[in-house]
């Protein structure tokens, strides 16, 4: 992201290992780019095509401990010895360009991660459960990567604020109508008044047991410009997989302190047990944005929740990193529509990086897909907008 005077923040940056995802169909994966460059490379590659001071981040925020958000542990990795930690996500990208400040949910506590009972240091050595194993192994990983940084860098880490609107704030020249106001993360919520908060209870595992808890403790923030409000939230969820809204999720206590927006990510990829109808209902954005590289990631009861106009009557466009033909081959089984590229139907475009350009002032903004090939700098495929934007 980079702010009206060029302050700039990077929201998260996965990096998964293919070798340790489930063995599906070749279908169900989205790769950007190629191999010949771990991700954290392209992503250095892309700031420094585009930021205004390329060799240096201001902000670097992480939503939560997921290896999709942060980097991934491989002991195929290369080792950055004097830190004795692999290079990966956040821990290569360190290599790559220099970060300011660093903030996540929990600093300096690494010893707890929502989808295991127990200290984290019991699963290094002693565990069978493969998951639990390599989440102890990137938690390690990452605090190695913090206390180097801190010791030999400089580096400045914070605990996410939750309820602050001056946490990250603009560097260079202040714009008296632009904050970021901190939302929500590690289990506490804004009250909406002042910065105060209060710590919800995350709602237990579902029928299938599948639920990870770590999700619900994204950190999540809303940008306002002018008019312009957006909100991004990671892996934040509110529904089960019985269809029923929690009023104890992420998003259901979330959602009246966000309020309405212009722009917002789909929590959670845009997987089924996210974009409930409190949630959808409340933000009411123009624009809804999926980051999404799997294609479980996409279902037709989220696209026909997203999309409902009894949950607000004006239009909205839909976009969308990746598509894949998959989602079509089981929209019949479901009762949607059997027509060729159905899942594209109900979005404005796919397949591509994303970008907000917002105009000075926020009055108006645009949606602009870039390709997701290696060249430099990025090439424009489509430009949509303006959107004007909405009065708060």
């Given amino acids: 992201m980079i702010f009206p005077d060029g302050t700039t923040l990077l929201f998260d940056i996965g990096d998964v290992r ?7 169909s070749p279908l169900e994966y989205s790769r950007v780019h190629n191999l010949h460059q771990p991700a954290y490379v392209w992503v250095a590659n892309f700031i420094k095509t585009v930021s205004p001071h390329p ?23 290369p080792t950055f010895k004097p830190g004795r930690y692999k290079l990966t996500g956040i821990t290569g990208l360190a290599n790559e360009i220099h970060i300011q400040t660093l ?3 929990s600093y300096p506590n690494y010893n707890f991660h929502g989808d295991i009972q127990g200290p984290l240091q019991q699963y290094l050595k002693t565990t069978t459960n493969q998951y639990a194993h390599l989440t102890a192994l990137n938690m390690q990983n990452y605090q190695r990567f913090v206390n180097y940084q801190i010791r030999v860098n400089h580096l400045h880490v914070e605990r996410f604020d939750v309820g602050s609107h001056d946490q990250i704030h603009l560097l260079y020249k202040q714009y008296p109508t632009f904050l970021v106001q901190n939302i929500i993360g590690d289990g506490y919520v804004w009250t909406g ?11 237990a595992q579902n029928d299938q047991g599948d639920q990870k808890k770590e999700n619900d403790l994204s950190n999540g923030f809303r940008i306002d410009y002018g008019n312009f409000r957006y909100f991004t939230g990671g892996d934040m969820t509110g529904r089960m997989l019985t269809g029923e809204d929690v009023p104890t999720s992420a998003e259901a206590v979330a959602a009246p302190v966000v309020g309405r927006v212009d722009v917002a990510t789909m929590n959670h990829h845009g ?24 294609a479980s990631q996409t279902s037709l009861p989220m696209l026909l929740r997203t999309t409902d106009l009894h949950l ?4 909205r466009d839909l976009f969308a990193v990746a598509y894949f033909k998959l989602n079509d081959l089981a929209l019949p089984a479901l009762g949607g529509p059997t027509q060729y590229n159905a899942i594209e139907h109900y979005y404005k475009a796919t397949g591509g990086s994303i970008l907000v350009r917002v105009a ?12 997701k090939n290696s060249g430099q700098p990025p090439v424009v ?12």
């Fill in 18 to 24: 293919t070798a340790y995802l489930p063995p599906r």
């Fill in 271 to 294: 997987f089924n047990d996210a974009q409930s109808e409190v949630w959808v209902s409340t933000l009411r954005p123009q624009v809804w944005i999926q980051q999404n590289w799997a």
């Fill in 312 to 315: 607000y009557n004006y239009p």
């Fill in 103 to 105: 903030i996540d949910r």
């Fill in 55 to 77: 060799t240096v981040l201001n902000y670097v925020v992480l939503s939560h401990f997921h290896f999709d958000h942060f980097g991934q542990w491989a002991a195929t990795e």
């Fill in 193 to 203: 008044k002042g910065q105060g908060t209060y710590h919800f209870i995350l709602y």
């Fill in 381 to 392: 495929k489509s430009v949509f907008g303006p959107y004007l934007s909405l009065p708060k």
């Fill in 360 to 371: 000075p002032g926020g009055k108006k903004f645009w949606i602009v897909m870039l390709s």
